[in-house]
């Protein structure tokens, strides 16, 4: 059962307009929230990330949101470019007992910005 | 300064071998993880460790095992290796077991199972 869903594999944008990726999660129980970017051949990088206490964050040209009740959050890039072209994954973080976090990562949305 | 480090790249064993996988963290993390990722999936969570110590374990069969070293660098075993266990492996360092919002990824070992 995945807890962490990316519904759409695939996106494609103009260059200078809005991304928009998506992530559902199901586990409650998840306190944080991330976004990593992966080109191939390279480990994922983290982009950005939120803590479930806010709503909002923003790091330059990206921004996640949170919406709790929804168990829903979005990364916008605007604008997009190029070099944003890449696998985004939607990853959380649950305290797992132990000592311990586990990240959960949804399978990714590709995102192809065309110039 | 180096980032984080895997070996092999690539590896290519067949059915009933045993592989075993490096990872060197960087300079100053205690904490390294290992995921696979599957084709077409995201990472899978498989071990977490952090000063030599198991801090967590994903749902993943005995046939796989880890182990960190005093100097923090960190091998992961698996024996007895299926066709399913083909995937890409990750490893991930951090500087303690709570730092999971700033793990940063090695570019992995991409193993194929004959």
């Known amino acids: 059962d995945q807890q962490v869903k990316q519904n759409s594999p695939s996106l494609s944008v103009q260059e200078g307009r809005i991304s928009i990726l998506n992530c559902d999660y199901t586990?409650?129980?998840?306190?944080?929230f991330l976004w990593y970017k992966k080109y191939p051949a390279e480990g994922p990088t983290f982009l950005i990330s939120?803590?479930?206490?806010?709503d909002k964050n923003e790091d330059g040209r990206f921004t996640v949101f949170l919406n709790k009740s929804a168990k829903h959050l979005s990364l916008h890039i605007v604008p997009s470019q190029p070099g944003d072209s890449a696998v985004y994954f939607c990853a959380a973080s649950a305290y797992s007992g132990a000592g311990s976090y586990q990240l959960t990562f949804g399978k990714g949305t590709k995102l192809s910005v065309i110039p | 300064d180096a980032g984080v480090t895997q070996s092999p790249t690539h590896l290519i064993k067949t059915r009933g071998q045993h592989v075993t996988l490096r990872c060197s963290p960087i300079?100053?993390?205690?904490?390294v993880s290992w995921y696979q990722q599957v084709l077409g999936q995201g990472p899978q969570f498989i071990f977490q460790y952090y000063e030599k110590e198991e801090r967590g374990r994903g749902n993943f069969p005995d046939r796989f095992s880890a182990r960190q070293f005093p100097n923090y660098s960190s091998e992961l075993n698996v024996n007895a290796l299926l066709l399913g266990d083909s995937a890409l492996y990750l490893c991930?360092?951090?500087?303690?077991?709570?730092?999971?919002?700033?793990?940063?990824f090695g570019p992995g070992t991409r193993l194929t199972v004959l």
């Open positions: 939120i803590s479930s206490i806010k």
């Open positions: 586990n409650s129980m998840f306190d944080y």
């Open positions: 991930a360092s951090s500087l303690d077991w709570s730092a999971y919002n700033e793990q940063f």
């Open positions: 300079s100053g993390h205690k904490s």
